[in-house]
């Protein structure tokens, strides 16, 4: 497992619009060790193609690390990263080592998540298991169904708004995430839009900076995931 951080001079995980270096670190038997470091300053870099050599430079040094740990990334820079050089941005504060760990458990998880997802469906009506000694009850059309409309937080003239994604797709039959999420991005236009799930969709990145839009990804406090999207 790799993962880079930005980190300032006194060694604490930082924002990429501040001088610092980008750390590239991979866990071993012992612990976290750093492989790299990568003097960065964006501020050198005042124009949109000078950022955008410089990050590419970034992606080509950190290899095939894509997993990045920021304390917050704005303007250009995410739309960059994730849209068209592939990043996960972790958006995370804290002492460091605890950070990388926590973001190696969340990235495990979102993997994880995602196998599952890609698996095969069977035919309806099959059994889940060839040990499974009793059968399975089929999902049906039956199954309950929710609203999946964003719920609006604050006054509506502010656009603000957030969707419970994972509880969206337990309590909605034969819906998938692009399903619920693309009408809401493409629809009328918001400030923010928080997206509470358990890992972010693996096309979402690629929809949103398709679309104008900038996705930032945190930790929240009962161990799911918040990405907020925003406008750039």
Do not use: Y
């Not at 497992?1 to 300032?8: F, L, N, Y």
């Not at 604490?12 to 300053?41: H, Y």
């Not at 068209?84 to 958006?91: A, D, N």
């Not at 469906?121 to 059994?127: D, I, K, R, T, V």
């Amino acid at each position: 497992m790799k993962i880079a951080a930005c980190i300032d001079e006194a060694g604490t995980v930082s924002t990429l619009d501040r001088p610092g270096s980008v750390c590239l670190f991979g866990r071993e038997a012992t612990g976290w060790v750093e492989q790299d470091r990568i003097a960065f300053d964006l501020a050198a870099r005042p124009t949109l193609a000078l950022r955008k050599e410089a990050l590419r430079d970034l992606a080509i040094r950190l290899g095939d690390c894509r997993v990045l740990l920021a304390a917050g990334v704005t303007g250009i820079v995410p739309a960059i990263l994730q849209g068209e050089l592939g990043f996960r941005i972790w958006r995370s504060q804290g002492e460091l080592t605890e950070q990388l760990d926590h973001v190696a458990t969340r990235e495990a998880e979102a993997a994880e998540a995602a196998a599952v997802i890609a698996a095969p469906e069977l035919p309806a009506g099959s059994c889940c298991s060839s040990r499974c000694s009793t059968g399975c009850t089929p999902a049906t059309d039956t199954a309950a169904k929710i609203d999946i409309a964003p719920e609006q937080i604050g006054r509506p003239e502010e656009g603000r708004l957030r969707i419970d994604l994972a509880a969206c797709l337990a309590g909605t039959s034969g819906l998938n995430s692009r399903d619920i999420l693309v009408p809401i991005l493409t629809g009328p236009p918001f400030r923010s839009l928080e997206i509470l799930c358990d890992h972010p969709p693996r096309w979402l990145a690629e929809t949103v900076a398709g679309l104008g839009l900038i996705a930032s990804i945190e930790a929240t406090p009962k161990s799911g995931i918040r990405v907020t999207v925003t406008p750039r």
